[in-house]
């Protein structure tokens, strides 16, 4: 017996180092081709760890580019719209926990039907949409469908966890005299703030890392975003690697402290939403 629970912890242990290495393979492949030189990138035998540690290719992506102005719209869209995300999904993830109307259910598959229609039905669309709307080109633009196309997911999302909060607490607060809007924002809201977390990271990282949307809107340079700059590295005939691996690089730090600062609110948030959503 024990016999067999040592071999089941052993082979889970390999199992799952497998499975790290896998997983963090790619990262650390992408870290080492950020430092090493552009002769050495194409060097044959593979080389694991480079030769010789350089910057150059941190330094290039702001000497040949806009590099901080590109990370700078992107945190600049991937904020307002996630903030708007996040409050309009709220208001109403609200109504379709309280509430009970005619076509409630009709609104829920809607917004569900809307999350396996492909993205590439309406790109054209839209294109001629913002293209009348004079919005092309702009930061605005961006803001704008990130919102659209977040708000039903995260509408229902929001909705999982107005739901495993009781009724009496904001009725308890409405015979104290709060109106209904008041008592969400006073006693809900402080209650639901892992879950707002967490859908707020999900609409960030969402909005930080879209690029299809991006690459259609955005042809200029002063309002590329990261995606739509790194797109550029890739030429007719060629990849610059170096300089495409260091963008990577810069471009996962923001998210990465994003993550770390509000880990303790979003394992809450994303538990509660496991709990009953």
């Given at each position: 017996?024990?016999?067999?629970?040592?071999?089941?912890?052993?082979?889970?242990?390999?199992?799952?180092?497998?499975?790290?290495?896998?997983?963090?393979?790619?990262?650390?492949?992408?870290?080492?081709?950020?430092?090493?030189?552009?002769?050495?990138?194409?060097?044959?035998?593979?080389?694991?760890?480079?030769?010789?540690?350089?910057?150059?290719?941190?330094?290039?992506?702001?000497?040949?580019?806009?590099?901080?102005?590109?990370?700078?719209?992107?945190?600049?869209?991937?904020?307002?719209?996630?903030?708007?995300?996040?409050?309009?999904?709220m208001l109403g993830g609200y109504v379709l926990a309280r509430f009970s109307f005619t076509g409630k259910r009709q609104v829920m598959f809607g917004f569900?039907?809307?999350?396996?229609?492909?993205?590439?039905?309406?790109?054209?669309?839209?294109?001629?949409?913002?293209?009348?709307?004079?919005?092309?080109?702009?930061?605005?633009?961006?803001?704008?469908?990130?919102?659209v196309m977040l708000i039903p997911f995260c509408t229902i999302i929001m909705s999982g966890f107005f739901q495993r909060i009781p009724n009496a607490l904001?009725?308890?607060?409405?015979?104290?005299?709060?109106?209904?809007?008041?008592?969400?924002?006073?006693?809900?809201?402080?209650i639901m703030l892992p879950g707002i977390a967490a859908t707020f990271i999900f609409a960030f990282v969402q909005c930080w890392n879209e690029l299809i949307?991006?690459?259609?809107?955005?042809?200029?340079?002063?309002?590329?975003?990261?995606?739509?700059?790194?797109?550029?590295?890739?030429?007719?005939?060629?990849?610059?690697?170096?300089?495409?691996?260091?963008?990577?690089?810069?471009?996962?730090?923001?998210?990465?402290?994003?993550?770390?600062?509000?880990?303790?609110?979003?394992?809450?948030?994303?538990?509660?939403?496991?709990?009953?959503?």
């Open positions: 017996m024990h016999r067999e629970h040592l071999g089941w912890r052993t082979g889970r242990a390999i199992v799952l180092t497998l499975f790290l290495a896998f997983a963090i393979f790619p990262l650390y492949w992408i870290i080492i081709t950020s430092l090493k030189g552009q002769k050495e990138i194409f060097s044959l035998p593979i080389q694991y760890w480079p030769e010789q540690v350089t910057l150059i290719n941190y330094l290039e992506i702001f000497q040949i580019s806009h590099f901080q102005v590109y990370i700078w719209n992107s945190f600049l869209v991937s904020l307002v719209a996630s903030a708007m995300v996040v409050f309009i999904s569900l039907v809307t999350q396996m229609i492909p993205m590439f039905i309406g790109m054209a669309p839209l294109y001629m949409m913002m293209s009348k709307m004079h919005i092309l080109n702009s930061l605005f633009s961006l803001m704008l469908i990130y919102t904001e009725e308890a607060a409405m015979m104290d005299g709060c109106s209904r809007l008041s008592a969400l924002f006073r006693v809900i809201v402080p949307m991006a690459v259609l809107f955005i042809d200029e340079e002063p309002v590329k975003t990261i995606p739509v700059a790194m797109n550029a590295f890739i030429k007719k005939y060629d990849i610059e690697w170096g300089a495409m691996s260091a963008a990577t690089v810069l471009s996962v730090i923001p998210t990465m402290l994003l993550f770390a600062f509000c880990q303790k609110y979003l394992v809450e948030g994303l538990t509660q939403g496991a709990v009953k959503g």
